[in-house]
């Protein structure tokens, strides 16, 4: 399937999502996101497909909604209802929790600005790894708006609630270094190396029987939630009792003991 606004492109179990408007840094538009959503739902149901990641074209990862697309058609808008629909677009919530959801690991190579609903985007990935060149802002505020697209939710639990207002009170620009040194991105690299760094890692998870991968990304999300200690072990449990009965895991122990690389099927 051809996209006007992203590439996805496969390449030996890795699945990479380009976000491809780099004249304005990859602003989001409507159809943007559904194309995404389109991108995503695919890599979802391919079975070849281990890790998924996602970047931008050009010097910007994402600098957020087009807000000059969206005040051009809210101008339009007939009504309040209509206006207040077009200013909240219904697309990102699906888009998010399909980042979210999706039964792959997913990864973050934040080549450049992130802002705005990019900041959203970058948070809702598994792991971030910055370019040298990475910046980080959350804008929202800015434009008198609550932070949104999920960064309300995603970022106090990636750096603590502290740090997530201090962003949010004062719109500061943050560059690669002070993104890892409050824990906001897993590393930063060089510019150069960045999508190398990134398949490196998606490569590492090849080790891991893909379900093995899916269901852990569920316990841990869900641990991150949930309030006390015991039911998540539980859950743990319930998980491992399910994996012990798969052929994977069983060619995970073998492989292992042989010191060999595993062949999954992903059963």
Known sequence: MSYQYILLEKEEGIATIILN???????????????????????????????????????GFCSGADVGTVAERTEMAE?????????????????????????????????????????????????????????????????????????????????????????VYTNDMIDAIEMERIGLVNKVVPHDKLIGAAKEMARKMFQIPPLTLALSKQCIYKGAATPDIESQIIMDNLVGSTLARTEDQREAQRSFIEKREPLYRGK
């Open 21 to 59: 408007r780099p004249e304005r840094l990859n602003a989001l538009i409507p159809q943007m996101r559904v194309e995404m959503r389109e991108a995503l739902e695919d890599v979802a149901a391919d079975a070849d497909i281990r890790v998924l990641i996602l970047t931008g074209a050009g010097r």
């Open 79 to 167: 009504d309040e209802p209509e206006r207040a629909l077009l200013l909240q677009p219904v697309a990102t919530p699906r888009l998010l929790a399909l980042m979210r959801n999706l039964n792959k690991p997913t990864i973050c190579a934040l080549n450049g600005v992130a802002a705005g609903a990019g900041t959203g985007l970058a948070l809702t990935c598994d792991i971030i790894i910055a370019s040298e060149q990475a910046r980080f802002r959350i804008a929202f505020t800015r434009m008198g708006l609550p932070p949104a697209d999920g960064i309300s939710y995603l970022l106090p639990r990636r750096i603590g609630t502290h740090r997530a207002l201090e962003l």
